[in-house]
């Protein structure tokens, strides 16, 4: 029996490192030339480098450090360890974390934030997520969409040290980062350092956003889950489930009624 135990032990770890579950649809392609190391980090040794459009298959695995996920992948039959930020997925051509794109803060043309703005911890990750929406017009391009974003970012500047939402989406289909994952925001009152607050552009009184834009919240909040960037018993709620508002417009609240981790009670699911 201990002898078992003691060749298992000694086996398991052997087993997993030889044989890593790898697939066809586990590739990962470099979108320019990139390091290959032995751990998820740049301070790891360079075991070799990915030129741009080869690939290599993904174990599965990330971690994250400092906000990049590192990818585990079989590189020349041996695992080693890329940021994912480098690495695309050849069937959707987008993220092989499974997130959506996201416009970084330089491209939508963000001020700087101004004073202090306070992060969660791996601690306490947002254990709800609360939609909003603009209760504007819409916009239907990046270049619409990002002028929206700056006009939310600067109004919301009046009174706050930056965009309130950590995410903003617009019917353009597109996520545009706003304090991101990790910092929090300033958009629903007494929630705010236990939620993560994404805003739809456009108003949802009496109308649906479009496919694009759910399409984009869906995967973001699944990103959230999948990636560890919010609790794994998160609920996903409307600002009015928690707040005497409108937001985010009736149709939109009647819409998420329907989706998974949707409770109206705050209750955790
Ligand atoms: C790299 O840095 C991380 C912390 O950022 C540390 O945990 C790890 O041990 C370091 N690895 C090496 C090889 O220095
Ligand atoms: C990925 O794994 C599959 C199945 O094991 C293998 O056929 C394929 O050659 C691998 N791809 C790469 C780029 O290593
Ligand atoms: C939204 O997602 C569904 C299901 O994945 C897909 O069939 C549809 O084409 C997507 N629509 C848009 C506009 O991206
Ligand atoms: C679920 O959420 C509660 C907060 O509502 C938290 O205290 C608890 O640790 C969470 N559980 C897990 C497994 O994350």
């Known amino acids: 029996m201990i ?33 290959v190391r032995t751990g998820s980090g740049t301070n790891y040794s360079v075991i070799g480098i990915l030129r741009t459009n080869q ?9 994250d450090n400092v906000g990049t996920k590192w990818a585990s992948v079989v590189f020349k039959d041996k695992l080693g360890w890329i940021a994912s930020n480098w690495l695309t997925d050849p069937i959707t051509g987008g993220s092989i974390t499974g997130c959506p794109k996201i416009i970084p803060r330089s491209e939508w043309g963000a001020m700087e934030p101004r004073g202090i703005v306070r992060k969660f911890t791996s601690q306490t990750l947002p254990t709800f997520v609360i939609l909003h929406h603009g209760a504007t017009e ?30 903003v989406i617009g019917e353009d289909g597109n996520v545009y980062e706003g304090r991101g994952w990790q910092e929090i925001g300033v958009h629903t009152v007494g929630y705010n350092s236990v939620s993560l607050g994404i805003g739809i552009i456009g108003d949802f009184t009496s109308r649906l956003p479009n496919e694009a834009a759910l399409n984009a919240t869906k995967q973001l909040v699944k990103c959230g889950f999948d990636n560890g ?26 819409l998420i009624h329907s989706w998974s981790h949707y409770n109206e009670n705050g209750i955790v699911v």
């Open 55 to 63: 690939c290599v298959n993904k174990t599965g695995h990330f971690v």
């Open 138 to 167: 819409s916009c239907h391009t990046e270049e619409e969409c990002s002028k929206m974003v700056r006009n939310y970012q600067r109004f919301h500047m009046n009174g706050w040290s930056d965009i309130g939402f950590n995410f």
């Open 229 to 254: 960037y919010i609790s794994p018993n998160s609920t996903l709620i409307g600002h009015r489930d928690v707040g005497s508002t409108a937001c985010p417009g009736t149709r939109l609240w009647e």
């Open 3 to 35: 002898l078992l135990q003691i060749l298992l032990l000694n086996l398991l770890p052997l087993y997993y490192t030889s044989l890593p579950s790898t697939n066809a649809n586990k590739c990962a392609c470099a979108t320019d030339n990139v390091n």
